[in-house]
């Protein structure tokens, strides 16, 4: 039980579909949106193609992370749809998806939660002063508005992913005041599963001139997360974005205990490949760290899934996961 105080570090063995790259937000250190109407969408058999051939292999987790349609858009509707849709055709074809749409109403979480394991919006830091440069043209990114649905997750019972993104120009007290909030929500509801602290890496397309969050302070960020989250909340960093091996081992040892999705392509930062499943369990082996495959949702959480849900979740349970996890 104590997964914490073992030497395992997780990841999910996962595949991220991309439902559409158009946004109406324009996040300046963005590398992943296209402007509204000017990108297809995923289409049901697009998508079928694509899961197929992943069937045979030992991926469990489908991310399902989107650009967003206006809330007021006459399209909205049919985005919606398709997020439902494909949500609904991974899962059964026996993955688990986990969905990041962005903002969502209350309903439409409520729709999403019956087809989807857990779910994942990323805080990135409460600081309004934010919204006078990277968000100035991202209405969902208020702050007050992402912490609401982050506590109506909590009202629904979805297990939940949520993280910081670091180096975008807050103050070093911004991020712990974004911790802290996490944290409170997390004692009022305990549907926070894990928080990803993710660091501001540049990319070709983004407009926000500056340089990447310094990988050498992660550390020193982890533990001090460590400290204000409550412990049964994993700390999630993305190890692509983490290049050095010491740094990684380092970043570990200050207490992050997963590596989140591992998979071809991380559409979100595509000009950092991810290290791959056997390269990463080099570099953790001679540290005397085991590397060990998981699920999006956390065990503690099953008892929140719909019977159909948690039917999925045991059988991947059985197959994936080690006897000491179970
Ligand atoms: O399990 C999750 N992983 C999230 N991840 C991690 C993800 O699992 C992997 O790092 C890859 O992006 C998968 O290809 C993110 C990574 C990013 O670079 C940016 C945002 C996210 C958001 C989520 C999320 O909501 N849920
Ligand atoms: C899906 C999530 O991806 C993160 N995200 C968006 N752009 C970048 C970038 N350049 N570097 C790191 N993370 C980024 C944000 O935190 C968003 O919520
Ligand atoms: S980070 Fe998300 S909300 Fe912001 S522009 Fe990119 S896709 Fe849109």
Same mark, same amino acid.
């Given at each position: 039980? #104590? ?93 688990? %998806? ?36 990277? &968000?100035?043209?991202? %209405? ?49 509801? &305990? ?12 990319? &070709? ?13 992660? #550390? ?43 998979? %071809?392509?991380?559409?979100?930062? %595509? ?56």
């Amino acid at each position: 039980m #104590p997964i914490n105080n073992s030497r395992i570090v997780t990841y999910s063995p996962a595949y991220t579909i991309v439902p559409t790259y158009e946004c109406f937000n324009r996040c300046s250190y963005c590398n992943f949106r296209s402007e509204p109407g000017k990108s297809p969408w995923m289409s049901i058999s697009d998508a079928e193609s694509i899961l197929k051939p992943l069937q045979s292999e030992r991926i469990c987790e489908i991310l399902i992370l989107s650009g967003e349609v206006h809330p007021h858009s006459p399209r909205r509707q049919a985005w919606f749809k398709r997020i439902y849709d494909l949500s609904e055709l991974a899962f059964s074809m026996g993955f688990l %998806p986990h969905t990041n749409a962005g903002l969502l109403s209350f309903e439409e979480m409520q729709k999403l939660k019956r087809v989807n394991i857990s779910m994942g919006l990323m805080l990135e830091q409460l600081t309004p002063t934010l919204l006078n440069s990277v &968000h100035r043209h991202a %209405p969902s990114k208020l702050p007050e508005v992402r912490l609401q649905q982050l506590q109506r997750a909590g009202e629904l019972q979805i297990p939940f992913t949520t993280g910081l993104l670091l180096g975008i120009g807050e103050t070093v007290n911004d991020g712990w005041e974004t911790l802290e909030a996490i944290s409170d929500l997390h004692q009022r509801y &305990h549907h926070i599963q894990e928080v990803i602290l993710q660091p501001h890496s540049p990319g &070709h397309q983004q407009t926000f001139d500056a340089p990447p969050f310094n990988p050498h302070q992660l #550390p020193e960020v982890i533990a001090k997360a460590r400290q204000i989250l409550p412990s049964d909340i994993t700390i999630q960093i993305p190890p692509n974005l983490v290049k050095d091996d010491c740094w990684l081992l380092a970043c570990i040892e200050a207490g992050a205990r997963d590596l989140g999705g591992i998979g %071809p392509k991380d559409e979100v930062n %595509p000009d950092y490949p991810h290290v791959q499943e056997q390269a990463l369990r080099e570099i953790l082996q001679p540290a005397g760290w085991e590397l060990v495959p998981r699920l999006p949702v956390y065990p503690q959480f099953d008892g929140w899934l719909s019977g159909e849900l948690q039917t999925a979740v045991k059988r991947w349970r059985k197959t994936l996961t080690p006897v000491s996890l179970v």
